[in-house]
């Protein structure tokens, strides 16, 4: 069932899951002390937060987390701050918050908090391509695996499951509900930097972001690692 139409005013909320900052980023230990795995979790984290907090079209942003950095960031760019089902992993966090946000009749836009490139620019234009009425939006990542972005209206409508292949079973979870999936190709957002693959495909084009800045910068400790760590790509 699609639906073309697209709405001037709807209730949007931003949601943004944040793991505790010790559990940062575990898939770079290869390549990055405990200390450099946390300071990179913290620069997208605060990259993300300036791209939803200057984007048009948003009633808020709520962060899931009970990790205390986060929750100072978050305060500091105006987010509202929610801890349930913050320890239930990324699926478990997103799927408390729309429960919540579905009892107000809202929609909801989750993007995780490791996307650095994102800009007010791209949220907008996601919120432009998702239509009215009951419908599922979905940016995949860059490689057609994981769900880099998903907009749900209503918040619930479809049972989440994230993680490195959810792309595809999300797109089912919406054709179950009778919905044909608005599917964005981003670059910005398919980008996040959770393997080594990841971080060496985000290196490749400098950026305006902080974390471009961190990894740069610290380049002496991510560098020296055999080209075929990075095959992947």
Do not use: Y
């Not at 990542?141 to 749900?152: F, H, K, Q, T, V």
């Not at 993680?163 to 980008?191: C, Q």
């Amino acid at each position: 069932m699609a639906n073309n139409r697209r709405s001037p005013q709807r209730d949007i909320w931003a949601v943004i899951p944040v793991k505790e900052t010790v559990l940062a980023k575990q898939r770079l230990a290869c390549l990055l002390s405990t200390r450099m795995r946390q300071e990179l979790a913290g620069a997208m984290f605060q990259d993300v937060m300036q791209a939803f907090a200057a984007a048009p079209g948003l009633a808020g942003v709520v962060v899931v987390t009970i990790d205390s950095a986060a929750t100072e960031n978050a305060l500091r760019w105006g987010a509202e701050v929610w801890t349930d089902g913050a320890r239930d992993g990324h699926t478990g966090a997103v799927t408390a918050a729309a429960r919540r946000l579905a009892s107000n009749g809202s929609t909801m836009l989750t993007m995780p908090g490791d996307v650095p490139r994102v800009s007010p620019a791209d949220i907008a234009h996601l919120l432009q391509a998702h239509p009215a009425g009951p419908a599922f939006t979905i940016v995949p990542a860059w490689d057609e695996r994981g769900s880099n972005a998903i907009l749900c209206s209503p918040a619930d409508l479809v049972s989440f499951r994230f993680g490195p292949d959810s792309f595809f079973p999300h797109l089912a979870a919406a054709r179950d509900r009778g919905l044909e999936p608005t599917v964005v190709r981003n670059d910005a957002i398919a980008l996040d930097i959770d393997e080594p693959a990841e971080l060496a495909k985000f290196m490749e084009e400098h950026s305006n972001t902080r974390t471009w800045a961190l990894l740069d910068r610290c380049r002496a400790e991510w560098d020296k690692t055999p080209a075929a760590v990075f095959d992947a790509r």
